[in-house]
């Protein structure tokens, strides 16, 4: 089982439409979660942390379940922009050891 | 605030030939810098992780080497480079002892090995 794991794809969305990531990771020591959003040929860029509570930020709302070792990326109204791969990301206490899952990639249309 | 850079942006070298990657951060103090790598459609692998100065800990074994001379310079070196070296390099800090503030990317340097 990978320690990472996220359905790779491709969700094709027309703009305005609501989609789910979803994400599971293996180890239940892990401390820290982010979702991470990847352009073509750039370079990962933070989109938002994983609060237990759950957190929201404007269009994108974040969950963490730790009894099932859950974590979802919720955007809602999709844009054009939004069009990327998504990154879920787990770490330990002290953030060395980071796990980057593969990847969710996804298209917006008009 | 702070910035990091990260060069050449691409490079292609032979096979067999050395390597020199390097990575500085501005605006910060005792960062946390690692070393990625992302091979063609694939996930972000860890390949070092640096906590000070001359401290390196490698999490995958292979013909690179990292090294910290400075607090805020991070190099990734080979002495000869292999066709599955190719893939896009990716260094990154973060806030020492606050892994919650995630990590920030360098803008990545793409290798290709022939």
């Known amino acids: 089982r990978k320690e990472v794991e996220q359905d790779p794809g491709p969700f094709n969305v027309p703009e305005g439409a609501t989609v789910a990531f979803n994400c599971t990771y293996s180890n239940s020591a892990s401390q820290s979660f982010f979702w991470y959003r990847q352009d073509c040929r750039k370079e990962p860029k933070l989109l938002m942390s994983v609060y237990s509570s759950g957190n929201e930020d404007g269009r994108f709302t974040a969950q963490l379940n730790r009894a099932s070792q859950y974590i979802s990326l919720l955007i809602r109204d999709s844009k054009l922009s939004d069009s990327a791969t998504y990154l879920c990301?787990?770490?330990?206490?002290?953030?060395?050891?980071?796990?980057f899952g593969a990847g969710t990639r996804l298209f917006v249309k008009a | 605030s702070q910035t990091i850079h990260q060069w050449p942006a691409t490079l292609v070298q032979p096979v067999g030939s050395p390597l020199s990657l390097e990575c500085t951060v501005e605006g910060t103090s005792n960062p946390n810098l690692y070393w990625y790598r992302q091979a063609a459609g694939r996930g972000l692998q860890l390949l070092f992780y640096?906590?000070?100065?001359?401290?390196i800990s490698s999490e995958v074994p292979q013909n690179l080497s990292a090294s910290r001379p400075q607090d805020r310079q991070f190099i990734l070196s080979s002495k000869k480079l292999l066709l599955s070296d190719s893939g896009f390099y990716l260094c990154?800090?973060?806030?020492?002892?606050?892994?919650?503030?995630?990590?920030?990317f360098g803008s990545g340097t793409r290798l290709t090995v022939v």
């Open positions: 990154a800090w973060s806030v020492r002892w606050d892994p919650r503030q995630g990590y920030t």
């Open positions: 640096s906590v000070g100065i001359g401290q």
């Open positions: 990301v787990v770490s330990n206490t002290g953030g060395f050891k980071t796990i």
